[in-house]
């Protein structure tokens, strides 16, 4: 006896089609009640930080907006500004130092063939 016959006693039918929607948690039917502007909060110890989703910035709602940042902006600047200064200083001692340094080298040597 074959095990896949075409008997009446054995057969199947087709099954009945299921009626099922998509099953990916991705996709909703609801798209129209999607809120595009939701608003995302930060709280960071006393300061409250608001995302704008429209332009992709975030803001302060106690500081009145950019009046904070345009000044810590400004004070960066101003140090990054002091910091290459202090920089340039280090550098001109830096070569200061490695030319008095060659110069004793130099006169060491002299003295030493001087007394020999």
């Known amino acids: 006896m074959p095990f896949f ?8 039918g087709k ?10 948690s991705l996709t909703s039917q609801d798209d129209v ?17 608001i995302f704008d989703s429209t332009t992709g910035n ?5 500081c009145g907006g950019e009046g904070d940042a345009a000044s810590l902006r400004k004070q960066n600047i101003y140090l990054q500004e002091c910091n290459n200064a202090l ?3 280090n550098d001109i001692l830096m070569d200061m130092v490695v030319a008095l ?9 002299e003295i030493a063939l001087l007394q020999n």
Do not use: H
């Not at 099954?15 to 990916?24: A, E, I, N, V, Y």
């Open 33 to 49: 009640k999607t809120d595009e502007n939701i608003a995302i909060k930060l709280q960071l110890d006393q300061n409250e930080l």
């Open 87 to 89: 920089k340039l200083k």
């Open 15 to 24: 099954s009945p089609k299921r009626r099922t929607g998509s099953l990916s």
């Open 101 to 109: 340094k060659a110069d004793l080298a130099a006169r060491d040597k």
């Open 5 to 12: 016959s075409k008997t009446k006693k054995g057969a199947l």
């Open 58 to 62: 975030w803001y302060s709602e106690s």
